[in-house]
C-alpha cells in the first residue's frame, strides 16, 4: 500500500459528460502529480500540484482541469468526455515539490471508462 | 523527440536468473532523475530505484540495481534472482529540472518457473 488513495477505482460514463476524479496524497505529501495511461499513448504525465499551487504542467488538455485544496487532496475534473479519454488516471505524491527529488508514490488508479 | 526509450516490448527470463531492461534517455538538462517503476497486472505502479544525474555510484535496492552509464544515456535496470512475482510491466522514467515526468512505453517481463 503506497499510502495515496485515488477514488473512484472504476468509472463508466457517457461521451460528453464531466467526470471528477479524486486523489489523496500521502500523509505529509504537498506534491500531488497526475497521469494519463492508455493503450495507445502510454503514461503520460498531466500537472502538478504544490501546497496548492500547480508546479508542472505537461500534456494536459484544455477539457481537464485539476487544483488541490488546502487539505491537499487533488482533484482531477474531465469534461466534455471523449471515447479516447478511456484510460487509467493515476495519482503520486511526494513530499517535496523539488525537481529532482526521487520518488512520487501512486495510487492504484482510477480506471475511466467513456462509453 | 522520445525522452525515454525502451526497446525491449517483452522480455522472459528463468526463475532465479538475473535479467536486464534497457532503457536510455534524452536531455540536454545536467540536472535529472531517473526512475524504476514495476506495474503489475493488477495496475499499481511501484517505486523501484532512483538514480540522480550526480550521482557517482550506481543505485541499487535489494534485488533491484540500476546501470547508469551517463555518456551512452543509459539506465539499464537489473533485477537479480529473478522471482514469478517480478513478472509485470516495467516503466523507466525521467524527470529535469522542468519538473515533469516522462515515461518509456514499458517492459513486459515475465519470469518462468
Not at chain 1, 504525465?45 to 481537464?64: D, P, S, T, V
Not at chain 1, 487544483?67 to 487533488?74: G, I, K, R, V
Not at chain 2, 497486472?41 to 540522480?52: H, K, P
Not at chain 2, 546501470?67 to 537479480?80: D, E, T
Amino acid at each position: 500500500d503506497s499510502g495515496v488513495t485515488q477514488t473512484p477505482k472504476h468509472l463508466i460514463t457517457a461521451t460528453g459528460q464531466r467526470v471528477t476524479l479524486r486523489c489523496s496524497p500521502r500523509s505529509g505529501d504537498l506534491s500531488v502529480y497526475w497521469y494519463q495511461q492508455s493503450l495507445d499513448q502510454g503514461l503520460q504525465f498531466l500537472i502538478q500540484y504544490y501546497n496548492g499551487e500547480e508546479r508542472a504542467k505537461g500534456n494536459i488538455l484544455e477539457r481537464f482541469s485539476a487544483q488541490q485544496f488546502p487539505d491537499l487532496h487533488s482533484e482531477l475534473n474531465l469534461s466534455s468526455l471523449e471515447l479516447g479519454d478511456s484510460a487509467l488516471y493515476f495519482c503520486a505524491s511526494s513530499s517535496s515539490g523539488a525537481p529532482l527529488l526521487p520518488e512520487a508514490f501512486f495510487g492504484q488508479g482510477t480506471r475511466l471508462t467513456v462509453v | 523527440a522520445q525522452k525515454i526509450t525502451q526497446t525491449q516490448p517483452g522480455m522472459f527470463v528463468q526463475e532465479k536468473e538475473a535479467v536486464t531492461l534497457d532503457c536510455t534517455y534524452d536531455t540536454s538538462d545536467p540536472s535529472y532523475g531517473l526512475f524504476w517503476y514495476k506495474q503489475p497486472s493488477s495496475g499499481e505502479m511501484i517505486f523501484l530505484i532512483y538514480q540522480g544525474s550526480y550521482d557517482q555510484q550506481n543505485a541499487t535496492e535489494g534485488r533491484y540495481s540500476l546501470n547508469f552509464q551517463k555518456a551512452r544515456k543509459s539506465a539499464n535496470l537489473v533485477i537479480s534472482a529473478s522471482q514469478l512475482g517480478d513478472s509485470a510491466m516495467y516503466f523507466c522514467a525521467m524527470k529535469d529540472t522542468g519538473n515533469q515526468f516522462y515515461f518509456g512505453t514499458g517492459t513486459s517481463l515475465t519470469v518462468i518457473p
